[in-house]
């Protein structure tokens, strides 16, 4: 398994000037044919030999300039092919058979349900024919494609059609030209029985754009949702970043069988159907918000990834990272902005400082990999995004839009680095990111350790600040980084005090209110003066930089932010510290075999919540006990049981204690009219369902009844879906038996709201849950083949469970490397990814650790995939 280094890059030999493909379809006989003009590149020696990627493919003929090529001037191997002596510019022919039925890795050319996909990126192209397939071989495509008129009456790929006609034997073919160069990794072919929703958008210059997605024809009426989030981000786009749509007609299809949520193919998008298809009665508030963020994301790689893309794939950040950025700007543009950033942050700080802590953590931009499959990774994606949101914060909106416009004008056309994209925000602002680099290159989750000292005499309050960044798999040296930590600091009185800063850097002007501490060395002192009392310090503003916080606290002063810090993050960050705080002296009693109680400050604070007028979607956030995963996070050796039991225990004592008050909240929050996936609407449905999940664990005959009603009578999936995961999760067994088979009668034709039906029994905190799980991937709607089923009800069960999924017998762990060596035969992506869990073995007490490394040890003796080897070989002992 040969190990690829950023440090080996070289240009290619060849350049594509221009690739025209003709597909002819057949579930298991496909011929592809290919004509691509290479021109030798000037940036590499001459006499180098035509090296082309291939995998997968059955080599029918082949020709340069219209010759054959003898056998003695070409080897072929398992994933090259090699042609010596070639001219310096010359015509290159194939013809390829490939086996699309028979492709469950989801990769390259491949069957969902009766129609023929693709997905290239990252590596995808070369299972279809022989290619330079590197993102810095850019080209302009024109694709023909040939199929049955019965069976495929649609047949689409990248660009604008400018073909079309009739053949002998019932068959037809589409020509679609691309005029946009592009690597290999953006081409996309769809062919099948699809039905279309039609829309249009007039851009900025007035050009009009065709706008079509494409779906199976039971689908049609859940579309819109898609549409107009699709609309809403072309016009963000324009009016934030200036960046207009370049071809006639934007295309979106969505398939079945996908390993990521959506792929950003020039002009012809393909979506995980999970991440396009909502109604109100079959999607949540979730799946809705996810759609207008997937959405987006996909059509703004137009931009940052289509038209500039990266050099390598070591770059991938660069595309990802900016665009999850965007998307990020654009839903809390859309929503609520405060809700959207508690939503990132807790992903960030659960999933991703968990990598960043585990086995396989890697840099924004990592230095080697074996298989770039396994670097589409909260760190690249989530943590990139913080990189560039750190970026925007130091450059600020005006200065940021500068340096973006001068990136994508710079590059257009180009396949470029992280340090291209650095340059241009350097260039446009004069701020130096020499140190501020590390960022990309340094693994793991800084820690910040800060403290105070205020001295009454001279009105000066000391901050001071230690950096550090633990040691990773692959990194023992770490250096200090540029943190902007954007600071506050509060009076007695709640009141926000200006901030005059006499020792240590800042952003802002003196007598700010919030000013940007900009952190270099491993400790600094910042000195504030003129401030009349011991001021509470607000940190991290907004979460400003991907770091862990910690700051002596007392429960006084997390009150006090709670109640009055002019920073929204901050405040609901305030309230997670003190539930954290009782939650672990709860664990600790827990531990030492006393009966955990709640502090009472807790729930005091909670009351006072319940009684304070902020939003339904804060409060909703606010009320929220922190997740198992991120109280778990917070431990070297995770507790699990103690967890699972003492939050169990500190979400009735709320209950008890606040039952009028929660009761009250319920009923003022009622909604009426019809279903509006707005930020309104959806605040009002997570308040009342946070409500009544606490009520639930009072396990009353009256609330249950409520929740039943709620149940049968939503008329939304948001509501429905709350009332069936209370149910389930709650101990009535025969009322969890019920709904269940009452949702799986109303629903077992509707594929994506029976992930749902999986998810929830998989999540099912009683100790039957295994047993379950087990039972269900016998169910007739599971397949081991759709990547949505396995996550939805093994991913659910391994990640999402894990007070049984730790259970002490050790079946789980059994169960998981079972599940993941019969679906690395199939399709090593999802292998690679399912199998996360158990590489985590350090955070667990010894006898977990044994039984989970056992299972690493039995996966290792196996034949294994790229992708499955690679991980199981960082997590190995
Ligand atoms: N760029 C794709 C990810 C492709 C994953 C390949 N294994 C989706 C996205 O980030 O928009
Ligand atoms: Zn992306």
Redesign the pocket.
Known sequence: NPVIYLKDYLPPAFLADKVELTFDLYPNQTRVKSAIYFTRNEKRESGLPLELHGADLKLISLSLDGQSVSDDRYVLSDDQLVITEVPDRFLFEAEVEIDPANNTSL?GLYRSNTMFCT?C??EGFRKITYYPDRPDVMSSFTTTVIADKTEYPVLLSNGNPVDKGELDNNRHFVTWQDPFHKPAYLFALVAGDLKLVKDSFTTMSGREVALEIWVEPENLSKCDHAMLSLKNAMKWDEEVYGREYDLDIYMIVAVNDF??????NKGLNIFNSSCVLARADTATDMAFQRIEGVVA??YF?NWS?NRVTCRDWFQLSLK?GF?VYRDQCFSADMNDAAVKRIEDVSMLRTAQFAEDAGPTAHPVRPDHFIEI?NF?TLTI?EKGSEVVRMIANLLGPDLFRKGSDLYFERHDGQAVTVEDFVAAMSEVSGIDFEQFMRWYSQAGTPQLDVSDHYDAETKQYHLTIRQMTPVTKDQQDKLPLHIPVKTGLLNTDGQDIPLILVQGEASGQQGDTDRVLHLREAEQTFIFDQIPDAPVPSLLRGFSAPVKLSFPYSQQQLLHLMRHDSDGFNRWDAGQRLAVDALQTMVSEFESGRVPELDSGLVEAWRNLLGSDLSPAILAEMLSLPEEAYLGEQYDVIPVDGIHACRRIARKTLAQALESELRTCLETHQLSGPYKPDADDIGKRRLNNTCLSYLMTLETAEITERVWQQFNQADNMTDQQAALTMLVHSGQDEKAREALEQFEQQWQQDALVMDMWFQVQARRPQPDALARVKALMSHPGFSLKNPNKVRSLVGAYCGQNRVNFHGLDGHSYRFLADVVLELDQMNP?IASRLITPLTRWQKFDAKRQQMMQTELQRIAQAELSNDLYEVISKALP
């Open positions: 990769e997905q990126e990252a390993n990521m949520g959506a792929m950003e994301h996909e790689h990834g990802e665009t499959s589409y994606y992506q």
